[in-house]
């Protein structure tokens, strides 16, 4: 029987300092006990990329960095299979439980045939899923975020900030988690016109039709640039691009812009993944899945896991939007203080945004 050391993780910190806009910053995890190293804990902990791979500036990179903080709090051993198509995901998945993964973190919802087949030939093995809660067994724990949440308060941040009264979003292929913060968006325009007798038009989503425009890919960095300079010529000066990798495609269209541009990252603080775009980007709308994988490997540890799915929101602080960094002084107080007071009727259940995107 493993001998398991108590569990002192928690999920997402959240600072909601206004003044600077931190709305929910990420914050690590407490640092390992300082045993750890010495009491190595007999468990094994995996993840199985996508096909977006290791370096994709996105899920992957954040599931590690939750495998890495683990391994260090935990005192326990970690793998990690990277896939680079989805032929990859089967024979990852069939290498994790040949190398004797007690618990496998799959990231994004292509992985849900794979992960849910390998779930049921390895009723033992424990897993968890990362942006999908489409499988229900008793070894799978679905992780899904509302992000319609952040996102409502990204669209009205972005709504009050701009200057051309347009702003836009766009996709990379309509599945339900990508089209969910597409929706909070909207929302967050539509309350900012309604708050402020104002007219800010929304380009690229139509949250009544589910109807909006898609570069059908998550890694073509061309076709990201592309779509957002399609609209800056349509005259929107803030773009929220939902589509992977093509974020980095947003922002060089962004810099060359003749105007002032600026866009919004999702699932991650763009600013702390990609630095050197930090001049043009507003905010983001975070997903604090490192934290969620921390928290749920030290359950496996502590055999404590379960098959109830994990939904981050505000209250639980699973998601939030990012910092204003570079833009702290591009944005009125007055408008920080709207988003704060959002964040906290949202919290409390007196500002409801609904979805039918909404993950249960």
């Given at each position: 029987m493993k001998q398991h050391r108590p569990r002192r993780t928690a999920l997402a910190t959240a600072l909601t300092g206004a003044a600077a806009l931190a709305l929910a910053a990420c914050s690590a995890p407490p640092p390992a006990e300082s045993g750890a190293a010495a009491?190595?804990?007999?468990?094994?902990?995996?993840?199985?990329?996508?096909?977006?791979?290791?370096?994709?500036?996105?899920?992957?990179?954040?599931?590690?960095?939750g495998l890495d903080t683990a391994e260090e709090q935990y005192g326990i051993e970690t793998m990690r299979?990277?896939?680079?198509?989805?032929?990859?995901?089967?024979?990852?998945?069939?290498?994790?439980?040949?190398?004797?993964?007690?618990?496998?973190?799959?990231?994004?919802?292509?992985?849900?045939?794979?992960?849910?087949?390998?779930?049921?030939?390895?009723?033992?093995?424990?897993?968890?899923?990362?942006?999908?809660?489409?499988?229900?067994?008793?070894?799978?724990?679905?992780?899904?975020?509302d992000t319609a949440q952040a996102s409502f308060l990204a669209g009205y941040l972005a709504a009050g900030y701009s200057k051309t009264g347009t702003v836009a979003t766009f996709g990379g292929?309509?599945?339900?988690?990508?089209?969910?913060?597409?929706?909070?968006?909207?929302?967050?325009?539509?309350?900012?016109n309604e708050q402020h007798g104002a007219d800010v038009e929304l380009l690229g989503w139509d949250k009544a039709t589910q109807e909006g425009t898609f570069s059908g890919t998550f890694t073509d960095i061309a076709a990201g640039k592309t779509l957002t300079q399609t609209f800056i010529d349509q005259g929107a000066d803030v773009v929220m691009p939902v589509a992977g990798s093509l974020y980095l495609g947003s922002a060089e269209a962004a810099r060359e812009a003749p105007g002032e541009v600026a866009m919004i990252g999702v699932d991650n603080d763009a600013v702390v993944i990609s630095p050197d775009i930090s001049p043009v980007v507003l905010t983001s709308v975070m997903k604090q899945m490192a934290d969620a994988v921390v928290e749920l490997i030290g359950q496996a540890v502590d055999d404590e896991f379960d098959n109830e799915p994990f939904v981050g929101d505000l209250a639980n602080e699973g998601v939030a939007i990012a910092p204003l960094h570079e833009f702290e002084d591009a944005v009125s107080p007055e408008l920080v203080a709207e988003v704060d007071a959002l964040r906290e009727q949202i919290i409390a259940g007196d500002l409801v945004v609904e979805s039918a995107n909404t993950p249960n």
């Open positions: 009491n190595p804990q007999d468990f094994l902990a995996c993840m199985v990329s996508d096909f977006g791979g290791f370096d994709d500036r996105g899920f992957n990179q954040a599931v590690i960095a299979l990277e896939s680079t198509s989805e032929n990859d995901y089967a024979p990852n998945l069939v290498q994790a439980i040949d190398q004797g993964c007690d618990f496998t973190v799959t990231v994004g919802f292509s992985l849900a045939e794979a992960t849910k087949a390998a779930a049921e030939e390895n009723p033992d093995a424990e897993f968890a899923i990362i942006d999908d809660a489409s499988i229900e067994l008793p070894n799978v724990k679905p992780v899904v975020f292929q309509p599945f339900p988690p990508v089209l969910l913060f597409m929706d909070g968006f909207s929302d967050g325009v539509a309350h900012y």
